[in-house]
């Protein structure tokens, strides 16, 4: 059964930084398109960023373009998301996910494979 635990959230000042990472037990997802999604509190999961297998393609939300990173490594079976600049409007509980297709992060198309359980993430103004 595959397992994706988030680690990394937690209280920080409009500013800072934080890097969030996503551990995948089960089964390797070195095939797998991996990214990020969040939900805030009394809002629906948005889709934040996205990495395909190989980690040379990227796509992020216009919201977070040019201050998340995303990353992976597939020798660890892990994605990170790095967060600068960070703006009150980010707090939200942060899902990292797995499937075979970017259609399914980017577009919202079929149905996510993986999910994580969340990590929080709150910035204060």
């Known amino acids: 059964q595959v397992q994706l635990v988030e680690s990394g959230g937690g209280l920080v000042q409009a500013g800072a930084s934080l890097r969030l990472s996503c551990a995948a037990s089960?089964?390797?997802?070195?095939?797998?398109?991996m990214g990020w999604f969040r939900q805030a509190p009394g809002k629906e999961r948005e889709f934040v960023a996205a990495i395909d297998w190989s980690g040379l393609e990227t796509y992020y939300a216009d919201s977070v373009k040019g201050r998340f990173t995303i990353s992976r490594d597939n020798a660890k079976n892990s994605v990170s998301l790095q967060m600068s600049s960070l703006i009150p409007e980010d707090t939200a509980v942060y899902y990292c996910?797995?499937?075979?297709?970017?259609?399914?992060?980017?577009?919202?198309?079929?149905?996510?494979?993986?999910w994580g359980k969340g990590t929080l993430v709150t910035v204060s103004s």
């Open positions: 089960g089964r390797t997802l070195s095939d797998y398109v």
């Open positions: 996910a797995a499937d075979g297709y970017v259609a399914t992060f980017v577009e919202g198309f079929g149905v996510m494979e993986y």
